[in-house]
């Protein structure tokens, strides 16, 4: 009888226990990972913070269930944490918008060209404003700024205008009448981030 | 000895048998208890908050909720209490809080853990906080208005009497000296300009005519 009681038991804890192995094998999903030609490596970090893996080409890895935090590197790319949730299969694509560094590098070679942009859209007010705050986002293919009327002073403060442009096949194009505010219900087809970064833009006297 | 060899087939037999039905059992009651709910990812730091739904706990980690509106409360000694209301669906499933340090062991704590409210911050940027979903649907901004100083006023209508159509449009009555102040107002109380209509009075854009 004894016997038997301890043979029920060891055959239940490896039930339980090829149970649980089964569990934790299922929990591993494959996930394809394709990463840009301007990223070099990419770093993934669980829920508690720990470097899982760290890739360095097109590969596909398994990885529990769960939330993760990828950093990607690269010589234009920005390295903003992106945000993974893995619940099944799947194939994910790294494409990071550029660094800031890069942006600002290649920020006053576009610059002209929107200028000229605003001065042919708007002839008959543009020589009224002065560009300002202007930034460069995303891949360098979006843009935007500031216009601030040349009369406005602290002491007398004129409505300053934002603006967005495009680039599209090369060529710059201003997408939005300038406004007080970019909304993102009047701008759909403009980025959220975009939108965000503009409308916080402020101007120091 | 047969006899003995067949008792321990049977046991086994019975055994398996058992844990077959355990774990049919198991997923039945599993797929039961989430069906219909919503797998959702809680990130709280520090990460022994105490979060509830409507008064249900949760963890960190994940969840099955079911969709549907809830009252967000997030809290633990030391740290400020958090409040919202929230949606969980499939397209907002989940929750990332970071409390803010009120007490001086709570700030110390904070320093010594700010790679943790980095991390939360960097998962933000794609979830955003939960304050940051379609704001006009819940208009917590209400709670702030009418406003009025002696520069400005900031009020609020909306743009139909449908319920089913109404959108919130937030009214500004000002010169245009302060416009903008009274925009940065709007920004200071924690809300995204980005999210709202406006109709802003003696307003007419240059760039329109």
């Not at chain 1, 935090?69 to 893995?86: C, F, T, Y």
């Not at chain 1, 790294?94 to 000229?116: G, H, R």
């Not at chain 1, 843009?143 to 406005?152: A, E, R, T």
């Not at chain 2, 908050?49 to 909720?65: F, H, M, S």
């Amino acid at each position: 009888m004894k016997k038997k009681i301890i043979i029920l038991l060891i055959i239940l804890a490896l039930l339980v226990g090829a149970s649980f192995f089964l569990r934790y094998i299922l929990s591993f999903k494959n996930i394809d990972f394709t990463l840009s030609s301007n990223t070099s490596s990419l770093a993934i970090f669980n829920s508690k913070n720990v470097e899982v893996e760290n890739i360095n080409s097109n590969q596909s890895i398994k990885l529990q269930t769960g939330n993760y935090v990828l950093i990607p590197e690269g010589n234009k790319i920005s390295s903003d944490a992106i945000n993974l949730l893995i619940t099944k299969d799947e194939i994910i694509n790294i494409d990071p918008d550029y660094s800031n560094s890069y942006l600002d590098s290649i920020l006053e070679s576009e610059k002209a060209e929107v200028q000229t942009i605003l001065n042919s859209k708007y002839p008959n007010i543009i020589n009224s404003y002065s560009i300002k705050n202007y930034q460069l986002f995303k891949k360098g293919d979006w843009c935007g700024g500031l216009l601030v009327n040349n009369n406005s002073s602290f002491n007398n403060k004129k409505d300053i205008f934002r603006f967005v442009a495009k680039k599209t096949n090369g060529v710059w194009d201003i997408i939005n009448y300038p406004d007080l505010i970019l909304t993102s219900e009047n701008y759909p087809n403009i980025p959220r981030s975009v939108i965000n970064t503009i409308n916080s833009f402020k101007f120091d006297y | 000895m047969i006899d003995n060899n067949r008792n321990i087939i049977k046991l086994v037999a019975i055994v398996l048998l058992t844990f077959l039905l355990l774990s049919i059992g198991y997923s039945i009651y599993n797929s039961i208890s989430r069906s219909g709910k919503v797998q959702t990812v809680i990130n709280l730091v520090p990460r022994d908050t105490i979060l509830t739904l409507d008064g249900a706990k949760y963890k960190n980690g994940t969840n099955y909720i079911s969709a549907g509106e809830y009252d967000l409360i997030a809290s633990k000694e030391g740290f400020a209490t958090f409040t919202r209301k929230i949606t969980i669906n499939e397209d907002s499933n989940q929750i990332n809080i970071g409390l803010s340090p009120e007490s001086k062991e709570a700030t110390e704590w904070v320093s010594k853990n700010l790679k943790e409210y980095n991390l939360l911050e960097n998962i933000q940027d794609t979830q955003t906080s939960i304050a940051g979903e379609k704001l006009v649907n819940q208009y917590p901004i209400i709670e702030n208005l009418p406003y009025e100083n002696y520069l400005y006023s900031i009020g609020y209508k909306f743009n139909s009497t449908k319920p089913e159509d109404k959108q919130l449009v937030v009214t500004i009555h000002t010169s245009e000296q302060y416009r903008q102040d009274a925009l940065l107002q709007i920004e200071r109380w924690g809300f995204n300009l980005a999210d709202f209509n406006y109709e802003i009075s003696d307003y007419t854009n240059p760039f329109k005519i």
